[in-house]
């Protein structure tokens, strides 16, 4: 009995002793090996991101102080949730791996014809840390990676890197392309803070109306626009301020789909000559104005519209163009409900209109 219990100790302790040296061995091989800790802790310090890709496309982030969207390449906003995103990624990222000996060359060579880099500042001229950042695994759960750190050099071997959690690859987060970048807001206003909105109807202007907002429920609706000046020139006494109130709302946050229309010059010249379907703009309480145009978009094939009718015109989609004189896609889903008309909110259309429906 006493041997049997020997027996089972010395087992016990064996089994112990190896389980504390594979588990050394493991981490060893990964966390504890040098230029292999892609996170990055303090993402609030994080003050500037640089990535380019093998095509040569640029995206440099900027965190803007005070502010909430960040600058991209010195010209624009960023897109807030893309920053967030990678941000995000950048504190989560881990090692699930080693990249098989045999294959870490043909990795190395990838990553230095086609891998994007990755430069991160956290406050300093230098940035802290450098992705190269590759394809996935052939499983599509890993991100094949390689890490430099400034100072301390660049690691002799890639890596798989994942986000625990999250099945997929992480390669499309590190974009370059400036235009996927780009902030799509032309109406964000959270809080409200403007004091006008006017809403043009260019082949049907009885449509056409203006509301004044003066904050909380003080509301005031207008019709009648004059030709010349713009000023809207009646005020209408019933409407339903329900309604009215429901449309201001919706400007807390209208956003188009995208800056790449792949539209050659031309075609884009003649869209912003030719006189838009709707112009929808808000003054803010800084006295500016800001103005949308929406354009009928044709389709890629004639389809049936709402009465049957083959129609050659896209139905779900305007051209719209900003005040900075770009063309973007614009979504109807989100538009159509800014495009209610006076009728709308005097009671006369008991029903919403859909935007397509004053395309001819």
Do not use: C
């Not at 049997?4 to 010395?10: A, K, Q, S």
């Amino acid at each position: 009995m006493k041997k049997n219990l020997l027996l089972l100790i010395t087992f016990l302790l064996l089994a112990a002793a190896a389980w504390w040296m594979y588990s050394k061995n493991t981490s060893s091989t990964l966390a504890d090996q040098p230029l292999s800790n892609f996170s990055v802790e303090d993402t609030a310090s994080v003050n500037k991101i640089f990535i380019v890709d093998h095509l040569g496309q640029t995206a440099l982030l900027e965190r803007v102080p005070g502010e909430r969207l960040w600058n991209l390449n010195g010209k624009y906003k960023a897109r807030h949730d893309a920053v967030q995103l990678l941000l995000e990624t950048m504190n989560r990222i881990r090692v699930r791996g080693n990249v098989p000996l045999k294959g870490q060359e043909n990795m190395l060579r990838v990553l230095a014809s086609s891998g994007k880099k990755v430069e991160i500042y956290q406050g300093g001229d230098q940035p802290s840390r450098i992705y190269y950042v590759g394809p996935a695994t052939p499983d599509h759960v890993g991100t094949i990676m390689l890490l430099e750190i400034p100072g301390e050099g660049r690691s002799a071997e890639p890596y798989i890197t994942h986000l625990e959690g999250f099945t997929g690859f992480l390669t499309p987060r590190f974009f370059a392309n400036e235009m996927e970048w780009r902030y799509t807001g032309v109406f964000e206003y959270p809080e409200l803070d403007f004091t006008q909105v006017d809403v043009v109807f260019h082949r049907d202007p009885a449509s056409s109306f203006s509301v004044k907002y003066r904050g909380d429920n003080q509301v005031s609706l207008y019709a009648d626009q004059d030709p010349v000046s713009g000023v809207f020139r009646r005020q209408v006494n019933a409407f339903d301020t329900a309604r009215v109130r429901d449309f201001l709302l919706l400007f807390r946050k209208v956003h188009i789909e995208s800056y790449n229309t792949y539209l050659k010059p031309a075609a884009a010249d003649s869209i912003t000559k030719a006189i838009p379907l709707f112009t929808i703009s808000v003054r803010d309480k800084d006295g500016g104005t800001h103005p949308v145009d929406l354009y009928a978009k044709k389709g890629k094939e004639p389809r049936l519209n709402a009465e049957g009718v083959l129609s050659p015109w896209d139905p779900e989609y305007y051209w719209a163009r900003t005040e900075q004189n770009e063309i973007a896609l614009a979504q109807m889903f989100v538009f159509d409900p800014l495009l209610q008309p006076l009728s709308w909110f005097t009671g006369a259309s008991p029903d919403p209109v859909p935007g397509i429906a004053w395309i001819k």
